[in-house]
């Protein structure tokens, strides 16, 4: 089949299987698996365009809502962290979707400025997991409480219908965001998670990968956050984020006739329907898969799309 936007030939069954297989596993850790695809578009399918930044925004928002439409399902959206990683992020994708089109027609430079950002973030989750608790610091927390509830939960669901609790909001203000999540309680800063999600809105809307890489990481290794609570937040900012970013890819492509800026919207569609499918699976299955599994395997393929961009840099 050939795709005239991106223009690349390739099986029409190839894009859909490879999302599914990608958005099952990066879902769990609140990404699209976005970051994945796009080298997979440039490097496999020899999609090479500007406008594949924008196509990836088209997977983002046609894949993304099945996942987070589990995570609302199950009552573990934590709403104040989600808008505010909205608000912060909109202006800075469209700044990142100029920067694109105008300053980085051609991404190299680009992937190793984000390369640098992932291998920072990888080998902090990384360094995290390897590192022992210290004395006295050993004690349940609440991730190991809820792995042990939903053991719980599914022995009784059939029989009872029993749903799991819901992340309960206890503060939102202009300062902080305050939840708790099975008996502990956490708090972040409003204006850090802004700063944050307006860096991130930048590289997600230059790179075409929405932010839920970059953003998701750093909710569960600098903030401390659970990834059970951050992965429907991480998530949603994507998608919306993304909206964002492919319709002003499509506004300005008239500015732009010499070069290939709209997305590739049928090329799009069929990343997005495999991921859309892996997604609601992913996010049905994470609740049932150790957190420090999900942190694992987020943490290296981080860590390894780090590498291979800073390398390849050099090449």
Not at 2 to 7: P, R
Not at 147 to 172: C, D, H, I, M, Y
Request: net charge positive; with cysteine; proline share 6%.
């Amino acid at each position: 089949m050939y795709f005239s936007v991106a223009g690349i030939e390739v099986q029409p069954w190839i894009p859909p299987l490879t999302a599914f297989c990608v958005s099952f596993f990066t879902s769990m850790g609140g990404v699209s698996g976005a970051f994945l695809l796009l080298p997979f578009q440039m490097n496999i399918l020899g999609y090479v365009n500007p406008s594949v930044s924008a196509t990836n925004h088209v997977f983002n928002i046609t894949a993304i809502p099945a996942g987070v439409y589990r995570y609302i399902r199950e009552g573990r959206m934590v709403w104040p962290l989600t808008w505010v990683v909205v608000i912060g992020t909109l202006p800075g994708v469209f700044i990142g979707s100029l920067l694109r089109v105008v300053y980085l027609p051609d991404p190299r430079n680009f992937k190793f400025f984000v390369g640098l950002v992932l291998l920072y973030i990888g080998g902090r989750m990384i360094l995290d997991l390897l590192r022992k608790p210290a004395p006295g610091q050993d004690k349940k927390s609440a991730e190991k409480r809820f792995q042990e509830t939903v053991k719980a939960w599914r022995s009784r669901a059939e029989s009872t219908g029993e749903k799991l609790p819901a992340v309960r909001v206890t503060r939102f203000s202009t300062t902080r965001i305050a939840y708790e999540f099975y008996g502990e309680a956490f708090e972040i800063s409003t204006p850090g998670i802004l700063s944050l999600s307006l860096v991130v809105g930048v590289i997600g809307g230059t790179y075409g990968i929405g932010g839920g890489a970059i953003i998701a990481p750093f909710f569960v290794s600098v903030f401390g956050l659970p990834v059970y609570t951050v992965a429907g937040a991480a998530l949603m900012g994507t998608c919306v984020t993304s909206l964002a970013g492919v319709t002003f890819f499509q506004v300005i492509a008239p500015w732009f006739p010499n070069q290939s800026v709209a997305p590739d919207w049928i090329l799009g569609l069929l990343f997005g329907l495999g991921g859309m499918a892996g997604m609601y699976l992913g996010a049905r299955c994470q609740k049932f898969v150790p957190a420090r599994y999900i942190k694992w395997m987020l943490g290296a393929v981080i860590f390894w799309m780090a590498l291979k961009y800073v390398v390849g840099f050099f090449l």
